[in-house]
């Protein structure tokens, strides 16, 4: 197969997720099949090589480079895992070269070790993790005489083909010098040494099927009577020769189209980023050319939508993006007709009273600082920065202390963190109590329009507690009972919005810590009109809902193009090279 061939199947696999392993992948399983390069009927068959590693290998055994080879039963050619060109021939891998296992010293004897590179060069599968090369000459410790004679680690020559059979099973590299192992390994000796690259494309081909064969509970293992069993398909000397070689080539191609597609996401990234930014801080009353505009970086994003939501990440953002907007006044127009703040936050006041009167509510309040507005995010005109305290009847916390032994099969619904999602109660999970321990709780008892905040774990996600859920109690949440001067869903939104945006820049374990019902009602949340709060969330509902559209598209396609991009290699791989 050419570098143009490739470069043609490539546009039909690129666009599904992960597209290169995948390809190295196909490259690696084209070369062990015989379908990366041609076949030159000039080549010795591989029966005549054949010839050749078994008088290598009495010749190594002789001299005592290893050990004598058991007698082994010659491969069925009708087991073979796929069809192979005639002049190759499937075999067992330890007919190509001896199996070698590893050892390790006792740990606890420094004497047995020394600094990489100043010892008996010996590997660990950790050790072949930190690798980038093929070649490997030393680990981060070698193995001193001592070391060396009180392990059962043998010294294997160079050009040996190091192959990871636990933790994890897969490493594959070639030694640069006389080297030993842990016993994390099962590498091959070649009995032809110039097979050695071509056996490395093997076990990098192989290897997740060979991890397939392991065994353990603890961690697993292949073991090396698996290793040396494993189907060997042997091409000709001089076509291994070719393979290899286009293997690098190609695979050199994979690194530059990795690191090309690397950078068009790292541009697509930060034009998605400058793009949100000048909607989430463009001013809209700047002159163009002085800094981005608000309509100019709306317009642009509304242009280009299908170019910038292309991953998960980027519906992540749009949907911040939108909360963000929507709680600045920037989502939906003003009206001049709405009822005024003063008069809103006057109404508030009176309503609370009457329903602490009725016993609906308390008296006690805590005496916050004043709302210092020049540090907190402009607002429009009509807008004000209050406390969640001023437009709620109460603010306080659910049951802490165990409640498990009480839970009952049907009931009182009890609310925990699990119910708690970003803007959604999940039903899933939910737990219920009697109505003995539901009057015992009566400070957490909830109604439909409260809002729960959680307040460990995933701290600061807030819901809606539904009307269709009746009578209900939780557990160590944080309640906003009775909100009145503002939308449920309203504060739902804003309470997450500053949630997401602290989770994103690593702060929710300081702006957060001690989070409590103190927290909480001091919290500064902006108050649009009370019909204006509710445009707002009809139109959040309204556009998350197209978020949600938009990353169940990307699901489906991502979905398509990874079976598209199967199907395509698969033909590759069982049609004509």
């Known amino acids: ?6 470069l043609q199947y490539f546009e039909q696999i690129s666009e599904a997720p992960d597209p290169m392993p995948r390809l190295r992948q196909f490259i690696l399983d084209l070369a062990v099949r015989g379908k990366l390069v041609e076949q030159d009927p000039g080549d010795e068959p591989a029966s005549e090589l054949l010839k050749r590693i078994e008088a290598d290998k009495n010749r190594l055994a002789k001299d005592g480079v290893i ?4 007698a082994m039963t010659s491969f069925d050619q009708t087991e073979g895992l796929f069809d192979l060109p005639g002049s190759w021939q499937w075999i067992r891998l330890a007919e190509v070269g001896s199996v070698v296992g590893g050892g390790t010293p006792p ?3 420094s004497a047995c070790f020394t600094e990489g590179g100043k010892g008996v060069a010996w590997l660990t599968p950790a050790d072949l993790g930190r690798q980038k090369c093929l070649l490997v000459s ?9 070391g060396v004679a009180s392990s059962s680690a043998q010294l294997m020559p160079a050009g040996s083909v190091l192959f990871t059979s636990r933790a994890p099973i897969g490493y594959t590299a070639i030694a640069a010098n006389e080297i030993s192992t842990n016993q994390g390994f099962k590498s091959v000796v070649p009995f032809v040494m110039e097979s050695n690259r071509y056996i490395a494309v093997y076990f990098r081909a192989f290897a997740t099927w060979i991890d397939g064969k392991a065994s353990g509970t603890t961690f697993k293992e292949v073991s090396g009577k698996i290793v040396a069993n494993l189907p060997f398909p042997l091409p000709t000397l001089a076509e291994q020769h070719r393979i290899v070689a286009k293997v690098d080539e190609l695979m ?3 690194d530059e189209l990795e690191a090309a597609q690397a950078k068009r996401e790292r541009r697509r990234d930060r034009l998605v980023a ?4 000048g909607l989430n801080n463009g001013d809209e009353n700047a002159e163009p050319g002085t800094r981005a505009t608000f309509e100019g970086s709306a317009r642009f994003y509304c242009n280009h939508l299908p170019r910038l939501t292309t991953r998960p990440e980027h519906i992540r953002q749009l949907r911040q993006t939108i909360l963000n907007l929507a709680l600045r006044g920037k989502l939906i127009p003003q009206d001049p007709n709405d009822e005024p703040i003063a008069v809103l936050l006057k109404r508030v006041a009176q309503e609370k009273e009457r329903r602490i009167e009725e016993g609906n509510g308390n008296r006690r309040h805590w005496v916050p600082p004043k709302i210092d507005a020049s540090t907190l995010p402009s607002l429009p005109g009509s807008w004000r920065w209050v406390r969640v305290q001023d437009v709620v009847c109460v603010v306080t916390v659910g049951h802490v202390g165990p409640t498990a032994n009480r839970y009952k099969n049907n009931g009182i619904p009890f609310l925990r963190s699990q119910n708690v ?4 109660f999940e039903p899933i999970g939910l737990a219920f109590i009697d109505e003995v321990f539901h009057a015992e709780l009566r400070k957490s008892e909830l109604s439909g329009g409260d809002v729960v905040i959680v307040r460990s774990g995933n701290v600061g996600v807030s819901c809606v507690v539904p009307d269709w859920l009746g ?3 939780c557990a160590d949440l944080v309640i906003v009972k009775g909100p009145i001067g503002i939308d449920s869903r309203f504060l739902c939104y804003y309470l997450n919005s500053i949630t997401d945006s602290r989770i994103q820049a690593g702060k929710v374990g300081i702006a957060l810590s001690h989070f409590n019902t103190k927290s909480v009602a001091f919290l500064a949340v902006p108050l649009p009109p009370l019909a204006e709060q509710q445009r707002i969330v009809a139109k959040v509902d309204e556009l998350l809902a197209l978020c949600d559209e938009l990353e169940s598209r990307l699901t489906t396609t991502a979905t398509t193009r990874r079976q598209l991009r199967e199907a395509v290699l698969h033909e590759a791989l069982e049609g004509d090279s």
Do not use: I, Q, V, Y
């Open 138 to 146: 030393h680990g981060e410790r070698d193995l001193t005489e001592k």
């Open 471 to 473: 009578r209900a109690n």
């Open 274 to 277: 400058a793009t949100l930014h």
């Open 1 to 6: 197969m050419s570098p143009t061939r490739l």
């Open 67 to 70: 050990n004598t080879p058991k």
């Open 421 to 424: 999602r970003p803007n959604r």
């Open 252 to 254: 050199a191609l994979c």
């Open 107 to 109: 740990s606890k004897d």
